[in-house]
């Protein structure tokens, strides 16, 4: 069994222990995905995404952004690294869009992504972090429905929040995906985007960009 295949069966074993393994059984993975550390994605172009070094600078650097969009104050503390090779979601170029703030941006922006040099294309993954846990879905595979989810399952400061609460959420907005994919509005004259968004205090939400309805 080569690097890749141990690392992403660790990760197929733990959100199965986590959610289930429907979870997993409804999310079609796409032709090259890659393997990373607690996740499974996609870039444009088929590139592979680095590991970068663990230190406070360069979290404080994708942190900060963030931070200052929503208004809150900046405090860090570092994670734990495992030493495996493999790039985790935190490495990726483009890891803030799972925030809520930049979730919403995208949704009310009119353009297909969040940004021209967006090179996220599909991922699945966790983010483990001191405080809180994060499960991660991006789908921009398709040219015109595109799909983003994140919720925090665990946390330290809301004992309300769970593993099953997260599976209910994702499983409905795969339901909702399903559907609007199915729709006849995607080959409407007008209708450029379908963005299908759901985030950590964000209710799911499906915005058709040049249709009269959302």
Not at 17 to 25: C, I, K, S, V
Not at 137 to 149: E, N, Q, S
């Amino acid at each position: 069994m080569s690097s890749d295949d141990r690392v992403e069966a660790a990760f197929v074993s733990q959100v199965q222990e986590l959610f289930g393994a429907e979870l997993l059984e409804a999310v079609e993975r796409p032709p090259g995905y890659r393997v990373g550390e607690r996740m499974l994605y996609r870039m444009r172009g088929g590139q592979r995404a680095e590991r970068r070094p663990v230190d406070r600078e360069s979290v404080e650097a994708v942190l900060r952004p963030i931070a200052e969009a929503s208004g809150g104050s900046l405090s860090v503390e570092l994670p734990t690294d495992s030493g495996l090779p493999h790039p985790r979601i935190v490495d990726l170029p483009d890891c803030g869009i799972m925030y809520d703030g930049r979730i919403s941006a995208f949704a009310e922006s009119d353009e297909p992504l969040p940004s021209p040099e967006f090179q996220l294309d599909w991922l699945i993954g966790l983010v483990n972090g001191p405080d809180e846990d994060r499960f991660v879905y991006l789908d921009f595979t398709d040219p015109v429905v595109k799909a983003l989810f994140s919720d925090v399952y665990r946390s330290r400061h809301d004992w309300d929040l769970s593993p099953g609460r997260t599976r209910d959420r994702f499983m409905e907005l795969l339901a909702r995906l399903a559907e609007v994919r199915e729709e006849p509005r995607r080959g409407e004259p007008g209708c450029s985007c379908v963005k299908v968004v759901a985030g950590e205090e964000i209710p799911l939400r499906v915005r058709r960009i040049g249709s009269a309805s959302e």
